[in-house]
């Protein structure tokens, strides 16, 4: 079995804070005054947490990628995706998902873990149903594809609808073999060869339908997901230079009704060394490719995450922005009016960050060393004031 290098290469702290400690002085925040926030741990004791998601009834969602196993590379049952209820740190229920690792880094770097990864939720319109409902549609994306890693397994590259009361899971997609096969069929329009790692997820209720949105890192793409489980590219995220591998890892609606997708853009920000080199761009859902996305804001760092808070503002994850004193990590928020104003308010609380979701009472839940090794990974509350 083969593995393709994964955009979001696992480091552990250490390696992390020696490659990013320097640059900070490279880049600042675009306004001095900035709020207050107040981190606070919750959840602790979780395996490369990735994607979080609250629902409309209040359930809130965490997929784990998992851990590595023995030899160079090969698949674990270690992926996990989790319910809880805010206030409580036993999880409602647990289901367990393929891990695939892969060691393609120099040592001591730990391997690269993938697995579940992006989650979300309908948050409208979908209160007050019974819990066992399907009304919320909780949605998880599963990385990589089976013909991108020569493997059999039938989770990978694979979307899935979870019912919110029991886990049990509903295949949506095949998500990762169609856009393998879209990169092979446009060859060197999103890479010099086939690639798919689907990453992020969002469901969301429009007009007549609900609608879901995966990107994609490996081919580039912003894809609809239509009945059946065809997929339906909407948005190339284009490659400025060679150098310019923009790997889209998040994706959520603004208040305009537009998709916003951000981009990690991991060898030109030289994890943290070259910072400020990440995008978010403005996509009409209803566009296809190869109508181009349209370029929001600028100057951000390893975007991992993203998500529109209820005021209207704009947040992102930055996985490995640099910290001189600590782990690499950041938070940013944009006002939607105001795209050039990004304020930057983690940096040294948010290590690693890999998943963002407003919770209850405007509170942001965001989880924390995301790509470090073991139990290591921690979901923290996040309150701006």
Same mark, same amino acid.
């Given at each position: 079995m083969?593995?393709?290098?994964?955009?979001?290469?696992?480091?552990?702290?250490?390696?992390?804070?020696?490659?990013?400690?320097?640059?900070?002085?490279?880049?600042?925040?675009?306004?001095?005054?900035?709020?207050?926030?107040?981190?606070?741990?919750?959840?602790?004791g979780?395996?490369? $947490?990735?994607? /979080?998601?609250?629902?409309?009834?209040g %359930?809130?969602?965490?997929?784990?990628?998992?851990? &590595? *196993? #023995?030899?160079?590379?090969?698949l674990?049952?270690?992926?996990?995706?989790?319910?809880?209820?805010?206030?409580?740190?036993?999880?409602?229920?647990?289901?367990?998902?393929?891990?695939?690792?892969?060691?393609?880094?120099?040592?001591?770097?730990?391997?690269?873990?993938?697995?579940?990864?992006g989650?979300?939720?309908?948050?409208?319109?979908?209160?007050?149903?019974?819990?066992?409902?399907?009304?919320?549609?909780?949605?998880?994306?599963m990385?990589?594809?089976?013909?991108?890693?020569?493997?059999?397994?039938?989770q990978?590259?694979?979307?899935?609808?979870?019912?919110?009361?029991?886990?049990?899971?509903?295949?949506?997609?095949?998500?990762?073999?169609?856009?393998?096969?879209?990169?092979?069929?446009?060859?060197?329009?999103?890479?010099?060869?086939p690639?798919?790692? $689907?990453?992020? /997820?969002?469901?969301?209720?429009?007009? %007549?339908r609900?609608?879901?949105?995966?990107?994609? &890192? *490996? #081919?580039?793409?912003?894809?609809?997901?239509?009945?059946?489980?065809?997929?339906?590219?909407?948005?190339?995220?284009?490659?400025?230079?060679?150098?310019?591998?923009?790997?889209?890892?998040?994706?959520?609606?603004?208040?305009?009704?537009?998709?916003?997708?951000?981009?990690?853009?991991?060898?030109?920000?030289?994890?943290?060394?070259?910072?400020?080199?990440?995008?978010?761009?403005?996509?009409?859902?209803?566009?296809s490719?190869?109508?181009?996305?349209?370029?929001?804001?600028?100057?951000?760092?390893?975007?991992?995450?993203?998500?529109?808070?209820?005021?209207?503002?704009?947040?992102?994850?930055?996985?490995?922005a640099?910290?001189?004193?600590?782990?690499?990590?950041?938070?940013?928020?944009?006002?939607?009016?105001?795209?050039?104003?990004?304020?930057?308010?983690?940096?040294?609380? /948010?290590?690693?960050?890999?998943?963002?979701?407003?919770?209850?009472?405007?509170?942001?839940?965001?989880?924390?060393?995301?790509?470090?090794?073991?139990?290591?990974?921690?979901?923290?509350?996040v309150?701006?004031?």
């Open positions: 083969r593995f393709r290098r994964h955009r979001l290469s696992v480091l552990t702290t250490a390696t992390a804070v020696a490659a990013t400690g320097a640059a900070l002085g490279a880049f600042t925040p675009a306004e001095s005054a900035v709020p207050t926030i107040t981190v606070t741990p919750w959840l602790t979780l395996n490369a $947490p990735r994607g /979080v998601a609250f629902d409309g009834n %359930h809130f969602y965490v997929a784990e990628s998992g851990t &590595a *196993g #023995s030899g160079d590379h090969g674990t049952r270690t992926g996990r995706v989790k319910r809880f209820t805010v206030g409580s740190k036993t999880p409602r229920w647990t289901r367990t998902f393929t891990s695939l690792y892969a060691h393609e880094a120099p040592p001591p770097a730990p391997p690269d873990v993938l697995g579940p990864e989650m979300n939720a309908l948050v409208r319109q979908c209160s007050g149903a019974r819990v066992h409902s399907a009304s919320c549609q909780p949605r998880l994306i990385s990589e594809s089976n013909k991108g890693t020569h493997t059999t397994d039938r990978i590259g694979r979307l899935y609808r979870l019912d919110p009361g029991t886990g049990r899971r509903t295949l949506l997609s095949n998500v990762g073999d169609q856009q393998w096969r879209w990169t092979k069929n446009h060859p060197n329009v999103a890479e010099p060869e690639d798919s790692n $689907p990453y992020a /997820v969002l469901v969301s209720r429009f007009p %007549h609900v609608r879901t949105f995966v990107v994609d &890192a *490996g #081919s580039n793409t912003l894809v609809e997901v239509m009945p059946r489980g065809r997929t339906r590219v909407v948005a190339l995220l284009p490659n400025d230079t060679p150098k310019h591998d923009s790997a889209p890892t998040c994706v959520t609606r603004g208040p305009d009704g537009m998709l916003y997708v951000g981009t990690l853009d991991l060898i030109v920000n030289d994890f943290g060394n070259n910072p400020g080199h990440s995008n978010v761009w403005r996509i009409n859902p209803n566009a490719y190869p109508t181009k996305p349209r370029k929001w804001a600028t100057g951000l760092t390893t975007i991992t995450a993203c998500t529109f808070d209820r005021a209207g503002n704009f947040w992102a994850a930055e996985m490995f640099p910290n001189p004193s600590g782990p690499p990590g950041d938070l940013v928020r944009i006002p939607f009016k105001h795209p050039r104003r990004a304020v930057h308010l983690g940096l040294g609380q /948010v290590p690693l960050p890999g998943g963002i979701a407003q919770g209850p009472g405007g509170v942001l839940y965001v989880s924390t060393n995301s790509a470090a090794p073991g139990p290591a990974g921690a979901v923290v509350r309150r701006v004031r």
